[in-house]
């Protein structure tokens, strides 16, 4: 092991260690962890800029733009209002619906992108139900990951898999979406027997919101109009991206982009330069610097070599068999994931697993391990609060509204809940391939 291996891995659990016990804001330790790297040598500071998913960033921050925007409107006021009157006020219910919407959304769209327009609506039916938000928020979370799981566009990893194998989105369809089926509602019902059976709220609170009229919530009807059609756009754009040869984060920025023109429009020019500036203090940039410094130390892990050899360990253990290949692939790339990012692990797994072709009876042979990897990476992402990026937007929009959302708080459940969705996984595999 030289120098390199030895510091980026020490700088990592040090990063991590500091983000659990919360001595430290993470976004301070992040980047002092991406610096220290930086001066230590391990990487240079073109290497660190390389390291840096500016895809992901540049998605964040104009979906951010855009949820600003919109929320004028009143849209997402409306929107809780309906919804918790569609089900009649009931706290379990609208845990229930917001669940599901987010799982729904997630197959098709970025789960970063779902957890943006869904974290606000949540907000608002808290706040006029009386009920706390924290149960909400984290079954939003979960739901974010199990969703994207299902399809080939739903999580960067399927992305990633599906790219390098040449897998159809109908062989994602096929292979994935049944158990995340399976799996999505086994956590429904989990949810509810920890929170939605015990969640009250008062009769006069339900029978307000029955009562509410949601389009009084609506504060400019022709943002509103023209938030719907930009989000629908987006929305559209973000499904046809490899037609249109784009990718995620010019599409956000460019939507982001329209959405403060179309703000601004109906404004005296004096107010343009205020109006923007009213929008931009709504991204989170607590958690775009976190991602800035957790990228590069990530990054300094993965050109250190450590991942790569974590890869080879797996692939000596496994031998020649198969089955025991598999099912080593699902449950390391679901606790790695859930402590280093799975987009560098992923990137870090596909040469490794393509190399066990030979041995294991050509290409073919490998599409349970494609499946295991798939499940494993997104899934494994509910484990921690860092294992996905929808975690950390979730917790910063939260830390914003004054809701303790903090590492050991969501580890301590999510962790055994995303080990029980692997075991599932498990069950899966081997019934469906073996």
């Known amino acids: 092991m030289n120098f390199a291996f030895v510091a980026s891995s020490a700088v990592l659990v040090l990063v991590y260690v500091l983000v659990i016990t919360e001595w430290v804001n993470r976004t301070v330790v992040a980047l002092l962890g991406a610096s220290v790297l930086i001066v230590l040598g391990v990487l240079n500071q073109e290497e660190a800029l390389k390291a840096v998913d500016f895809n992901t960033i540049g998605l964040l921050v104009g979906m951010m733009i855009m949820v600003a925007v919109a929320r004028k409107s009143g849209l997402f006021g409306y929107a809780a209002i309906r919804t918790a009157q569609i089900v009649r006020g009931s706290p379990a219910g609208i845990l229930a619906a917001l669940a599901l919407i987010t ?11 779902t957890i943006l327009l869904v974290v606000p609506v949540t907000f608002v039916v808290c706040r006029e139900l009386k009920v706390p938000v924290y149960p909400f928020l984290f079954a939003e979370v979960f739901a974010s990951n199990i969703g994207g799981t299902a399809t080939l566009i739903g999580d960067p990893p399927n992305i990633m898999i599906g790219s390098a194998v040449h897998l159809s989105f109908d062989e994602f369809l096929l292979n994935l979406t049944p158990i995340i089926a399976v799996i999505m509602a086994v956590q429904l019902g989990v949810n509810h027997l920890i929170w939605g059976r015990t969640m009250k709220a008062m009769p006069e609170d339900r029978a307000r919101v029955r009562g509410l009229n949601a389009s009084e919530a609506i504060e400019d009807p022709r943002l509103l109009r023209w938030s719907l059609a930009l989000l629908g756009l987006t929305i559209a754009a973000f499904a046809l991206e490899d037609q249109l040869g784009l990718q995620a984060a010019t599409i956000a920025m460019f939507g982001g982009a329209l959405m403060l023109l179309i703000d601004n429009l109906p404004l005296a020019h ?17 958690t775009i610097f976190f991602f800035l410094g957790l990228f590069i130390v990530v990054g300094a892990v993965d050109r250190a070599g450590v991942l790569a050899w974590l890869g080879h ?3 000596q253990w496994t031998g020649g068999d198969i089955k025991l290949a598999a099912l080593a692939t699902l449950w390391s790339s679901a606790v790695l994931s859930a402590i280093v ?20 009876g050509g290409e073919a042979a490998l599409h349970p391990i494609w499946w295991s990897l798939a499940l494993g990476a997104c899934l ?4 921690t609060l860092v294992g996905a990026s929808p975690n950390l937007v979730a917790a910063g929009l939260a830390q914003k509204e004054g809701v303790a959302f ?8 999510a962790f ?4 029980g969705s692997i075991a599932i996984c498990h069950l899966y595999i081997v019934w469906r391939y073996f």
Request: neutral net charge.
């Open 313 to 315: 360990r797996l692939v």
């Open 416 to 419: 055994p809940m995303m080990l």
């Open 341 to 360: 990012d799975n987009i560098p692990f992923v990137a870090t797994m596909i040469p490794l697993v393509k190399g066990l072709a030979p041995s294991l």
């Open 270 to 286: 004096s107010h343009h330069a205020t109006n923007v500036t009213s929008a931009l203090n709504e991204v989170e940039w607590q």
């Open 103 to 113: 799982a729904l959304f997630s197959a098709f769209l970025n789960n970063v992108t």
């Open 406 to 413: 903090s590492f050991v708080k969501f580890t301590a459940l």
């Open 380 to 383: 494994g992402g509910n484990g």
